[in-house]
Nanobody
Framework: DVQLVESGGGSVQAGGSLRLSCAVS????????LGWFRQASGKEREWVGS???????NYADSVKGRFTISRDKAENTLRLQMNSLQPEDTAMYYC????????????????????WGQGTQVTVSS
């Protein structure tokens, strides 16, 4: 069984920051990978960043240097610290879990995600 619950979204002005959290509960697998994804209105869901079962973190080029993924093991929470937000970051943000190995091209990972949270809206105004 998998439960993912995102929180922390909101509205900020360009240049501002937000921290998203995803409460993670996975009882159906011992090893899994976690990722952050986003979907802007009228666009396809895209990969933002990932944390694999070995602790490796990767980011999409569009957020590299501005977003930081971390995991609080004590609270079993995945976090996404977002700095220097821009209007193009406006989207619904989702966390996802993959109980298999992510593809080599992480831009394709969205189609392999096993479970999704309900999402949290981030709106950045100029």
């Amino acid at each position: 069984d998998v439960q993912l619950v995102e929180s922390g979204g909101g509205s900020v002005q360009a240049g501002g920051s937000l921290r998203l959290s995803c409460a993670v509960s996975v009882s159906s697998a011992n090893d899994y990978c976690l990722g952050w994804f986003r979907q802007a209105s009228g666009k396809e869901r895209e990969w933002v960043g990932s944390l694999d079962s070995d602790g490796r973190i990767n980011y999409a080029d569009s957020v590299k240097g501005r977003f930081t993924i971390s995991r609080d093991k004590a609270e079993n929470t995945l976090r996404l610290q977002m700095n220097s937000l821009q209007p193009e970051d406006t989207a619904m943000y989702y966390c996802g879990v993959d109980t298999g190995a992510p593809p080599e091209n992480l831009d394709e990972w969205v189609q392999w995600i096993d479970s999704w949270g309900q999402g949290t809206q981030v709106t950045v105004s100029s």
